[in-house]
């Protein structure tokens, strides 16, 4: 198998020395005043609509899943042969309309 | 100037500012600037960390409504700084603005150095830890903004999978391959370097 540099303890520990030396905790009173006012012209917040934001990254979080489903269904649908002609919607409608009571338990075929 | 909320807890702090008394926010700041300005600086170049906190803290308050007080207040403070950071590599990406550091033989020695064996003290002695700092500056600037952040976060902070995909809002599907991408670009990196130094 190839060695791994970036696998390399002792050079992961210096590269992480490093990276950690750019740390640092300046904490000047002057920074303070510069955000809060920055703040302050930012005005107070309007909380009315806090439900906004997380709704519209929910709906980013499931839109590619949606989109696929949509793509997959669309591709279902269109390769399936379908009797045009055939009444679904009412052929269902009829399967459903007077259910038995073993039916309904799904006790058929316990006779 | 007076602290409004002394004793009081970041929940209630951001209650109060929610009700509109902005000023309180100042406390938040107070309290937390320390663990902002150490999260910021290890991202982002020292000439624009200043600028960078300021933009965390700035989004922050204008977040406070999202914040829905059942987590960690310091913890959800620190995944808006590291987003920030985040957002201040896509923009200096975008309108290249990173100054592009070369390798010099030195780089390649300190890299020959380091894995050949030889102490880290013994090379603090030797002063090399400012090649160290370039070699890693010149490392993350070739990879792009998201390389960089999981990078960084994984490989140089030592989180896992899950706490980065919290950190940046990612999915640790995406952490998982952006963390296997960016090490793999890290080795042909490091590997390039050794062989223009051994070619050279």
Redesign the interface.
């Known amino acids: 198998m190839r060695f791994?540099?970036?696998e390399?303890e002792?050079?992961?520990?210096?590269?992480?020395?490093?990276?950690?030396?750019?740390?640092?905790?300046?904490?000047g009173e002057d920074?303070?005043f510069?955000?809060?006012g920055?703040?302050?012209r930012?005005?107070?917040?309007?909380?009315s609509?806090?439900f906004l934001?997380?709704f519209e990254n929910l709906v980013w979080r499931i839109a590619p899943a949606c989109c696929l489903l949509l793509l997959t269904l669309t591709v279902l649908f269109t390769s399936m042969d379908l009797d045009h002609g055939y009444d679904y919607p009412g052929a269902l409608a009829a399967e459903m309309e007077r259910p038995t009571l073993p039916e309904l338990y799904g006790l058929e075929g316990w006779e | 100037m007076k602290d409004h909320s002394l004793g009081a807890s970041d929940e209630d702090i951001v209650r109060q500012?929610?009700d509109?008394n902005?000023?309180v926010?100042?406390s938040l700041?107070?309290r937390h600037?320390?663990l902002v300005?150490?999260i910021v600086?290890?991202h982002v170049p020292?000439r624009d960390?200043?600028e960078t906190?300021?933009d965390a803290?700035?989004r922050a308050?204008?977040?406070?409504?999202?914040f829905t007080g059942k987590g960690d207040f310091r913890k959800w403070l620190s995944s808006i700084a590291v987003r920030t950071c985040y957002d201040y590599w896509r923009k200096a990406y975008r309108s290249m603005e990173i100054p592009m550091s070369t390798m010099t033989e030195k780089h390649r020695h300190w890299?020959e150095e380091?894995?050949s064996?030889q102490s880290?003290e013994s090379?603090r002695e030797a002063g090399l830890?400012s090649e160290?700092?370039e070699?890693?500056g010149y490392a993350l600037g070739k990879l792009s903004a998201e390389d960089r952040m999981v990078l960084?976060i994984v490989?140089?902070?030592?989180l896992s999978v899950k706490e980065t995909a919290n950190l940046l809002g990612w999915s640790t599907a995406n952490v998982k391959v952006r963390s296997f991408r960016s090490?793999r670009k890290?080795?042909r990196l490091?590997?390039g370097m050794?062989r223009q130094g051994k070619g050279g």
């Open positions: 791994r540099i970036s390399n002792r050079l992961k520990r210096a590269l992480q020395e490093a990276y950690f030396s750019r740390e640092s905790a300046d904490t920074r303070q510069q955000i809060m920055r703040v302050r930012a005005g107070p917040l309007k909380t609509a806090w934001p997380a | 500012v929610l509109g902005v000023d926010f100042d700041v107070k600037r320390v300005s150490k600086t290890r020292s960390a200043e906190i300021q803290f700035v308050y204008l977040s406070l409504p999202t890299l380091v894995l064996g880290i090379r830890k160290a700092k070699l890693l960084e490989y140089l902070e030592g090490r890290l080795e490091l590997r050794r």
